[in-house]
């Protein structure tokens, strides 16, 4: 179940204000009343007038707003299921989120530069199933394999050093954590992406790129960074972050091990320059692997529910119009 356009319920919000406002107008009639001052007056003045009819075609209008709201944002339910058959591979992409990657020697950021390009590149991926895995000091599986590629790209937006407080840079762990996605049963169809600065030297990290290369895992890297380097700045406190010395930390694009990574398991290497070529080699890559048949079950329409609540609103506002304020009379 889902509202299509959940942007709307927000709307919802202005009911409270609703009420508010038809509470200041009962106060205020209350007052009127009183300044007339002859109650008696007063009473054969509004002897027509009807209280509750004038609560209850208030209660007809907001629940007519409320039906109007839920109807724009489109209530679904899913409808009938199928296989889709696909022609693909299997994607893990594996993103550095240290707080190094905050560095701005990359244009915002490192790691904003990282996103744009798994997003773009998810594109480029219709027919393949992805998987995220974010690491730092420890890695983290973000996502299963799958072929849902919005939530992928919803995950890689979400994507920070907040996701993982440990801070350092396991790219062992991370291998390890995206090969266990894999189906440990097949020897090709798969790939590792990884992109990182590669800044903190792992030394199994090469072993496990080696292990993987055996079990048919290519593992293309990223690098991005400058070798130059560059300070980090504290996205918090805005201040450029030192060692135990006060020195300023720079930090620099490890090209060096990230090659080693890919020249093991028979990928290709790239430093994140010019995002165009980045994204034309690395899918040119992939693609270039085996494909298999990839089936899963799609919900291929969604049932809308918004006709019943227009409907509804429709009806309801009919309903307030023909409705009197005012009492009916009796012989």
Do not use: C
């Not at 792992?202 to 990223?222: Q, R």
């Not at 085996?290 to 609540?309: G, M, N, P, R, V």
């Amino acid at each position: 179940m889902r509202f299509e356009n959940n942007l709307y319920l927000f709307g919802l919000a202005a009911i409270p204000f609703m009420v508010m406002f038809f509470i200041f107008i009962l106060q205020w009639k209350k007052r009127t009343a009183s300044k007339i001052g002859d109650a008696r007056l007063v009473k054969q003045l509004v002897k027509n007038y009807s209280p509750l009819k004038f609560t209850l075609k208030f209660i007809i209008i907001v629940l007519a707003f409320a039906g109007i709201i839920l109807g724009a944002a489109n209530y679904q339910r899913p409808g009938s299921l199928q296989n889709v058959n696909r022609q693909g591979v299997d994607v893990m992409l594996v993103l550095d989120v240290s707080k190094s990657m905050l560095a701005e020697d990359i244009k915002p950021s490192r790691l904003e530069r990282a996103k744009q390009l798994l997003t773009r590149l998810f594109d480029k991926l219709p027919n393949d199933r992805l998987g995220i895995v974010l690491f730092a000091g420890r890695s983290y599986l973000q996502m299963p394999l799958t072929i849902d590629h919005s939530a992928a790209k919803m995950y890689v937006h979400d994507a920070s050093p907040d996701a993982v407080p440990t801070q350092g840079t396991v790219i062992a762990d991370a291998l390890r954590m995206a090969n266990g996605s894999f189906n440990s049963k097949e020897r090709k169809y798969k790939s590792i992406v990884l992109i990182s600065d590669g800044e903190d030297h792992d030394p199994d990290a090469l072993k496990v790129a080696k292990e993987l290369a055996n079990d048919g895992v290519m593992i293309n890297t990223v690098g991005i960074g400058s070798p130059d380097g560059s300070p980090i700045i504290d996205p918090v406190s805005k201040e450029v972050k030192k060692d135990e010395n006060g020195q300023t930390v720079i930090s620099k694009l490890n090209e060096a091990e990230l090659q080693q990574l890919s020249d093991a398991s028979n990928g290709i290497y790239i430093r994140l320059d010019n995002m165009e070529d980045a994204l034309i080699t690395l899918s040119q890559q992939l693609d270039s692997i085996e494909k298999k048949s990839l089936t899963d079950a799609e919900f291929i329409d969604y049932i809308s529910y918004f006709q019943w609540f227009l409907g509804a609103a429709l009806l309801l506002l009919l309903i307030e119009f023909i409705l009197p304020e005012r009492k009916l009379k009796t012989a």
